[in-house]
T-cell receptor, first 115, second 114 residues
């Protein structure tokens, strides 16, 4: 596809379950970002990849959050032992250049609801 | 579905009027500013950007103004249409202090009355 895609679009998890959220960036994009968006708020940065290297994970809220991009393309955000406060929309964005120096294109997001 | 616009400031305009959405940013060292539009159930969509060495930039029906003295950014939409109804976010990047991640401001919900 031409844009950033994410799957699943909706995920409902019971508290304590592990979840994995997938992001397919635009082909050839070097930079990949994950953001978390709580209801009624702007997106907040979680982590950044330049190709396969995770250069910044300062926004990950706890060690239950883990992200990877092993081949420098598809990325997975994993949340272990989910809690109710993890309920949010998780957005992925990619950009052609390294370091976010150009337009970041967003996917539709995955809405996670933890019961 | 749920709206991302809950509890956000709202601007209501008549179709055909001009809209002005304002944003105060936080970091005087930020280099790059972007406006995004977010419709319910979708990810943010790029509208227009501006570098810190500029004070105005125009696109199709949109203009962004940057006032670095007071750390203020505005988005002007000409001849607002019903399809412009969405939540609008400003975002900033400080390349010297980050890997280029966006820092989003509080959104504004724009409602266009036909």
């Amino acid at each position: 596809g031409a844009g950033v895609s994410q799957s699943p679009r909706y995920k409902v998890a019971k508290r304590g379950q592990d979840v994995a959220l997938r992001c397919d960036p635009i082909s050839g994009h070097v930079s990949l970002f994950w953001y978390q968006q709580a209801l009624g708020q702007g997106p907040e940065f979680l982590t950044y990849f330049q190709n396969e290297a995770q250069l910044d994970k300062s926004g990950l809220p706890s060690d239950r959050f883990f992200a990877e991009r092993p081949e420098g393309s598809v990325s997975t955000l994993k949340i272990q032992r989910t809690q109710q406060e993890d309920s949010a929309v998780y957005l992925c964005a990619s950009s052609f250049l390294a370091g976010g120096g150009d337009t970041q294109y967003f996917g539709p997001g995955t809405r996670l609801t933890v019961l | 579905g749920e709206s991302v616009g809950l509890h956000l400031p709202t601007l209501s305009v008549q179709e055909g009027d001009n809209s002005i959405i304002n944003c105060a940013y936080s970091n005087s060292a930020s280099d790059y500013f972007i406006w995004y539009k977010q419709e319910s159930g979708k990810g943010p969509q790029f509208i227009i950007d501006i570098r810190s060495n500029m004070d105005k930039r125009q696109g199709q029906r949109v203009t962004v103004l940057l006032n670095k003295t007071v750390k203020h950014l505005s988005l002007q939409i000409a001849a607002t249409q019903p399809g412009d109804s969405a939540v609008y976010f400003c975002a900033e990047i400080n390349y010297g202090g980050s890997q280029g991640n966006l820092i989003f401001g509080k959104g504004t919900k724009l409602s266009v009355k036909p």
